[in-house]
């Protein structure tokens, strides 16, 4: 048996979990109704109604898919460590770095559905209000996706060491800073910040700047998005996953289950 | 006899607390399991025999020594190939089904779709849950869950089947289920390394026994060669006797028990039993039953302990 049917079998498993989830559904009720109200709060503002309609719609999308990719994500690996199911699985002729593939393939699986249902959600509400689809709107889409491939990732490293609350803490705290990472630089570039600059500097270049993912502005405003600036952008994002990937499995290959 | 398991200096030290404080559970392990027996690994709670089990089955990583399965380094996931491993307080996915969980199961050791649409059935039979293959296993009973974690190890038909408390938790009828099971699986040529501190379940089954105190193997071999075949003392059971004879009587034995209108008194030597029974006789008591005791590998246990103790 290859290594790529071990994955997808791990991947299917941790898939079928997360769709049994009720979290899942509850978050995703939730992502429904904040995206319907969208109707209601264009009717404050005259004018306004496509910008509001693709903000809140954008922004929810990419605001729940982080949340589930982040409480989902890692307790489905914890779970399967605390639960002692992995036992089971480990003891069978498969590798550590395919249970983690697995699982990461599994989350990204759930997560692309989880999308899928919340963009249909979107286009419902562009569709009944008969508001123009733009196609910056769907690289919006796609470049969210790969943001949460990376905040999956973020969870998945930290999980593969430490405890839920703390991979939670830890990947919330890097979701944050990875918005902030340009003000963060522009700061360290101040005339009176030279000491800190070099600090900045490392932040900037290390810790993943999901701000370069974020064309959600642009795309709402109907702006044109160059196909080069979404390509960087994936790409950074697929890179920046992979050398995740490989750390969280070299901490989880040195792990022992007591 | 070719070796399935072998292990050599076995040791693993664990760094806990916030100062990582050494602890040594396993100090130095070696181990010879031979393809078709059945393998006892006894011991107290917290000896190292679930850390052994999984140094074998790679789930903790060795501090030093080796050990192979099949020949294999344990340290090479291809080792486990031929291993059913069932882990101790099995828990499994919840939200799975008993087929499901068994197809999930036969899926990662890589078994075809005809293969597991003809094994599942069969093991779930084999293991008494065939009733229940549709239920989820979050609404198993923990026999039941026991069972079906029995089932996942015997799914891939392996050569070799390492058992961690496979009879705890379950009622008498279940223990013996579990107990013709692993006989008949003996039977069926497989090799079965299984731990229990149901003591009397191991001395029913096993064919060699290695008992571990303190992570050190302390006593190991075949389980008639550990026991013998000598007489340690007997039980003598009589009744309608006279108060100066149970004095005498209880003044020889080890132990005596009033049990209603019965008297039980436990001899050291076989000879004092046999002595005592002349006299229940010469007096005009009732002998009921005289049973001689053999040494049982809870004796043997419990005797290794004390010496470990006073050293």
Not at chain 1, 126 to 152: C, D, H, N, Q, R
Not at chain 2, 74 to 81: A, E, G, L, N
Not at chain 2, 85 to 97: R, V
Not at chain 2, 223 to 249: C, H, K, N, R
Request: aromatic content about 10%; hydrophobic content about 50%.
């Amino acid at each position: 048996m290859s290594a790529l049917a071990r994955i997808a079998v791990v991947a299917e498993n941790t898939a079928r979990e997360a769709v049994r989830d009720k979290l899942l559904y509850n978050l995703l009720l939730f992502a429904g109704l904040m995206i319907a109200s969208s109707v209601l709060l264009a009717q404050l503002q005259v004018g306004y109604d496509e910008r509001i309609y693709n903000d809140v719609g954008l922004a929810t999308i990419a605001f729940f898919g982080v949340l589930i990719a982040i409480f989902v994500g890692i307790n489905l690996v914890y779970r399967e460590i605390s639960l002692k199911t992995v036992y089971a699985m480990l003891a069978k002729p498969v590798h550590r770095w395919e249970f983690m593939l697995g699982k990461y393939f599994g989350l990204l699986g759930m997560l692309a559905v989880e999308v899928a249902v919340m963009s249909g959600f979107f286009l419902a509400v562009l569709w009944f209000k008969s508001a123009p689809i733009y196609t910056g709107m769907l690289w919006a889409v796609g470049l969210i996706y790969l943001e949460l491939a990376l905040v999956t990732a973020i969870a998945l490293f930290f999980s593969s060491f430490s405890t839920p609350y703390l991979s939670a803490m830890f990947t919330v705290a890097l979701w944050i800073t990875g918005h902030l990472l340009a003000d963060v630089r522009a700061f360290g570039q101040g005339p009176d910040a030279e000491m800190v600059r070099p600090v900045t500097e490392f932040l900037y270049w290390a810790l993943p700047n999901l701000d370069r993912l974020d064309i959600k502005g642009d795309a709402a405003s109907g702006l044109p998005i160059e196909a080069a600036r979404v390509g960087w952008s994936a790409l950074y994002a697929v890179l920046y996953s992979g050398v995740l990937l490989v750390l969280a499995t070299v901490l989880f290959r040195r792990r022992d289950f007591r | 006899m070719s070796n399935v398991i072998e292990a050599r200096g076995l040791r693993k030290v664990f760094r806990t607390g916030f100062f990582m404080r050494a602890v040594e559970a396993v100090k130095g392990v070696d181990l010879d399991v031979a393809k078709g027996e059945i393998f006892g690994f006894i011991g107290p709670n917290g000896a190292g025999k679930t850390t052994t089990i999984k140094m074998l089955t790679g789930l903790i990583h060795p501090s030093a020594g080796s050990a192979t399965i099949h020949g294999i380094p344990v340290t090479d996931p291809r080792s486990r190939q031929g291993l059913g491993f069932m882990p101790e307080g099995t828990y499994f996915h919840e939200y799975l089904t008993g087929v499901e969980f068994l197809n999930f199961h036969g899926r990662l050791l890589g078994l075809p779709k005809e293969v597991r649409r003809q094994r599942i059935p069969e093991v779930l039979e084999l293991v008494g849950i065939a009733h229940a293959a549709d239920q989820r296993l979050g609404r198993y009973s923990k026999g039941m869950r026991q069972r079906v974690g029995l089932a996942q190890a015997l799914i891939g038909d392996p050569e070799l089947l390492i058992l961690d408390e496979p009879m705890s938790g379950l009622d008498p009828v279940g223990r013996k289920d579990v107990r013709d099971m692993i006989l008949s699986l003996r039977e069926a040529g497989k090799t079965i390394f299984v731990t229990s501190h149901i003591l009397a379940d191991a001395e029913m089954i096993c064919d060699q026994v290695a008992i571990i105190l303190g992570g050190r193997i302390v006593h190991h071999g075949y389980l008639d060669d550990l026991l013998g075949e000598e007489v340690e003392g007997a039980e003598l059971v009589v009744e309608s006797i006279q108060p100066e004879l149970f004095d005498e009587l209880a003044a020889r034995a080890r132990r005596s028990v009033p049990q209603g209108g019965r008297f039980l008194f436990d001899f050291a030597e076989a000879a004092d039993a046999e002595k005592a029974l002349d006299l229940v006789r010469e007096r005009g008591g009732r002998v009921r039953s005289l049973t001689p005791k053999r040494r049982s590998l809870e004796d043997l246990m419990v005797s290794k302990m004390e010496k470990e103790a006073e050293q």
